[in-house]
């Protein structure tokens, strides 16, 4: 396995839409080895996901990593809460840089695992949102678009500075509280 090298905001894969990929794809030894190295990545780099665009690969292929490792393969998104939460978040692709982002606070996620297996989530609150930030990128959508008001916006030491109230542990998409 190996780290890849993170495309950063600007670069045009990340607003590209990933391609789904067959089940014959996914069983070959360039996906599986993909899927590997995301893995790697998204550690090396202290992310709790990561998504095929954002390592140059223009896939419906995603990795997240909270309570357990999940591999996600051509998605589809249903809202079952439309009801808005927000949650600072930070990407990989843009460092250095949090915004509080409203999404819907339960989805359903239908996707296939990493043998090509169907499974179906229903992740609710900090989960459903690390899930929909990982599912944009695979539209091409990066998370600023989603910020509602700029004025929360912040750099990472601005952000700990201002914005966390002492005593707690927010977490962010794709950047661990410990960055
Ligand atoms: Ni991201």
């Avoid at 600007?10 to 839409?17: A, D, F, S, T």
């Avoid at 954002?54 to 996600?72: G, K, P, R």
Wanted: proline share 7%; net charge negative; charged share 25%.
């Amino acid at each position: 396995m190996a780290i890849r090298k993170v495309a950063r905001l600007g670069h045009p894969v990340l607003r590209k839409k990933g391609r789904d990929l067959s089940a014959e794809e996914l069983q070959s030894p360039e996906i599986q080895r993909l899927i590997g190295d995301m893995v790697e990545t998204m550690h090396e780099y202290g992310g709790i996901g990561l998504a095929a665009p954002q390592v140059h690969e223009s896939l419906q292929l995603a990795v997240i990593e909270l309570e357990s490792l999940l591999v996600v393969v051509n998605p589809r998104i249903t809202v079952l809460d439309a009801t808005e939460q927000s949650f600072w978040e930070g990407c990989l692709s843009i460092p250095e840089i949090r915004g509080l982002v409203p999404r819907p606070r339960k989805i359903r996620v239908d996707y296939l695992d990493q043998t090509g297996n169907p499974q179906s989530i229903e992740p609710e609150g900090f989960l459903a949102t690390v899930f929909q930030h990982e599912l944009d990128h695979l539209q091409g959508v990066l998370f600023l678009d989603r910020v509602k008001d700029t004025t929360q916006l912040a750099f990472t030491e601005e952000y700990q500075r201002y914005w966390v109230r002492p005593g707690t542990d927010q977490t962010a998409p794709e950047e661990s509280p410990r960055e």
